[in-house]
């Protein structure tokens, strides 16, 4: 630069830059010593001849630039080499095949991990490895979760788990070393064992409710809403859980209850099954949390006292599964979309009815010709969007915001629900015109609606402030809902002639309810968590269906007589990562259909360093 240094701040910066790292100062605290000893010399620094009066000033100014620069610059880097004297942050991938990881937890030595996957395409299986190899062993017991494995070695066993992402299923306890399952208790969803005492904390699901008990029969909490994540503490003394709300909101919390039943919130927000877990020390609960769409997650920390820290922040989809006595942590990343396949009326071919990265199937048109779905990914944005397609037309139309419920009998009118609180339906054009919106007030969420028969009003599932989820009606002319099933009755599939509607009770039977009044009488012919779909047009047959056959099946069953037969198989060409078929629609007339599938692709990882 032409510029003359001061030969002892020529020295220290050569000194910073030497190539051979071994030359350079060794720590912060050298480089500012001898910055101290430059800056007390006294004398006159020889320069050359100044051809004006202002460039010895000029010139301190630079000086004294160059030294600061030297000491922020220099002091960032040996804080970066102090820094990078603890452990650094390393990921152990631990699983190869193609497939989704659903549970994961270590086993008492802290080497072993246990986890339950479906991979290639197959059922799921629970599976052991560590964290030296590549292959993992098979352990059986097919159709199964790993929820927790006790100190003593025994594994707590979901069995024939249902539903995505929250499954419910058969409590079981099994000995690692080997043997057959003993079942506990049914309608449960999560469990865990107290590392000390051997007492198990479960989420089980009560008429209608999910409830956590500590130990087994001792009720601490209870909601209306779901209970996604469950951890003891490791003094035993608290059980941390994740609350999400039922529906589509996608808001919820992290909370900690004691065993005298003194809950305490430690997060409220956004919140997506990412999972829990305490670190060795249980001074404070680490847990996963996603942005609005899913498509960040973040890792964060929380004490008692509500404050909160962030440990990471990754892309895509990320579930927190335990963390070791050593500190080491458990965790699956991947990827996650949904899919519609379908034949409307008019195609010859069964085929991809999707759109963005999470299209759910919502309402098909009365003729089969129309087909109303959701975006709720990262593509359909914070608020989601509704979109509509015809028969053979290569794209898909956006009518508005929020999560597309049904189309009105004629076809010009869609039904969504829009992402707020309190919750508010909105009456989508399909055409040219205004939307509507009605706000729901009192109510805490909405999970499903549909149009009557005539077009003057809406059949949806909701829940009031602090009550279970149920039928409401409500005429369009005056918004005013009124209920027609009791509580932890819901469905919206209604007959034909729109007296009758199909529901789900708490025991997860079928049951067919007047929606006039009268007395509810069991659907004939269905099994329990057989899901009503569409009545035929005649109203002579019921199709149902359910949510974890593979391949996917839906049924036709003769009202009268609870004759049960296969309708439809569809088959998706590569199984592998399809957790789940999420929704199933039919046209009245049996021809045309659209179903949802979801696929999750992850592997399951070992980090260090955090």
Request: hydrophobic share 40%.
């Amino acid at each position: 630069t032409n510029r003359h240094l001061p030969p002892g701040l020529e020295r220290i910066v050569r000194h910073c830059l030497e190539k051979n790292p071994e030359e350079r100062f060794q720590s912060a605290r050298d480089l500012a010593f001898d910055l101290e000893v430059l800056s007390g010399i006294s004398g006159p620094v020889p320069m050359p001849v100044a051809p004006s009066a202002s460039r010895p000033k000029k010139f301190i100014s630079v000086f004294i630039g160059i030294v600061v620069l030297a000491a922020v610059a220099i002091g960032g880097y040996f804080a970066g080499t102090e820094r990078g004297k603890t452990p650094s942050l390393a990921f152990r991938r631990l699983t190869f095949r193609n497939g989704y990881v659903n549970w994961a937890r270590f086993a008492p030595d802290g080497q072993t991990i246990i986890y339950s996957a479906q991979l290639d395409g197959g059922p799921p299986l629970l599976y052991s490895t560590r964290p030296e190899g590549v292959e993992s062993r098979p352990l059986g017991f097919p159709q199964a979760d790993i929820l927790s494995i006790s100190s003593s070695g025994e594994m707590a066993l979901l069995l024939n788990p249902s539903g995505f992402p929250s499954s419910r299923g058969t409590l079981a306890r099994a000995p690692l070393a080997g043997g057959a399952a003993r079942e506990i208790l049914e309608d449960v969803t999560l469990a865990d064992w107290a590392p000390k005492t051997g007492e198990m904390a479960v989420a089980h699901h009560v008429a209608g409710r999910d409830r956590i008990e500590f130990p087994i029969g001792s009720v601490l909490y209870e909601t209306t809403g779901e209970i996604s994540a469950l951890r003891v503490s490791p003094d035993g003394r608290r059980v941390a859980f994740e609350e999400s709300d039922i529906g589509w909101m996608g808001t919820g919390s992290v909370a900690v209850v004691d065993r005298n039943g003194k809950t305490t919130a430690l997060y409220r927000g956004w919140v997506r099954h990412c999972g829990l877990a305490w670190p060795p020390a249980g001074d404070e609960l680490w847990f996963g949390v996603p942005d609005e769409t899913g498509a960040v997650r973040d890792i964060l920390a929380a004490t008692f006292n509500g404050k909160t820290r962030q440990i990471a922040r990754m892309a895509g989809p990320l579930a927190l599964h335990d963390i070791s006595s050593k500190g080491q942590v458990l965790l699956n990343r991947g990827t996650f979309r949904r899919t519609i396949v379908g034949r409307l009326e008019g195609e010859t071919e069964e085929h991809n009815l999707s759109w963005l990265d999470e299209s759910v199937a919502a309402d098909l048109s009365i003729d089969g010709r129309s087909l109303l779905f959701s975006e709720t990914g990262a593509g359909g944005g914070m608020k989601g969007a509704v979109y509509f397609r015809k028969a053979n037309e290569s794209h898909a139309i956006r009518l508005g915001d929020g999560k597309a419920l049904a189309l009105s009998p004629d076809g010009k009118q869609a039904l969504s629900l829009l992402r707020t609180f309190p919750p508010q339906l909105s009456v989508l054009p399909t055409g040219a015109g205004e939307a509507r919106i009605f706000k729901l007030e009192g109510f805490d969420n909405c999970t499903s609606a549909r149009w009557l028969a005539d077009g003057s009003g809406v059949l949806f599932n909701a829940s009031e402030s602090g009550h279970g989820l149920r039928c409401y009606l409500m005429n369009l002319e005056d918004g005013k809902p009124r209920p027609v099933t009791p509580e932890s009755f819901s469905g919206s599939t209604i007959s034909p002639d729109g007296k009758v509607i199909a529901v789900t009770g708490p025991d997860q039977k079928t049951y067919l309810y007047p929606l006039e009044g009268g007395q509810r009488r069991p659907a004939p012919g269905l099994d329990k968590e057989e899901l009503p779909v569409q009545w035929s047009a005649d109203g002579r047959y019921l199709y149902v269906w359910r949510r974890r056959d593979m391949p996917h099946r839906i049924y036709r069953v003769e009202i009268s007589t609870g004759k049960k037969e296969v309708w439809k198989e569809i088959r998706v060409p590569d199984p592998t990562g399809v957790v789940a078929f999420e929704t199933a629609l039919i046209a009245p007339d049996g021809k045309s259909y659209a179903c949802t599938y979801a696929r999750v692709l992850a592997d399951l990882y070992l980090v260090e360093g955090w």
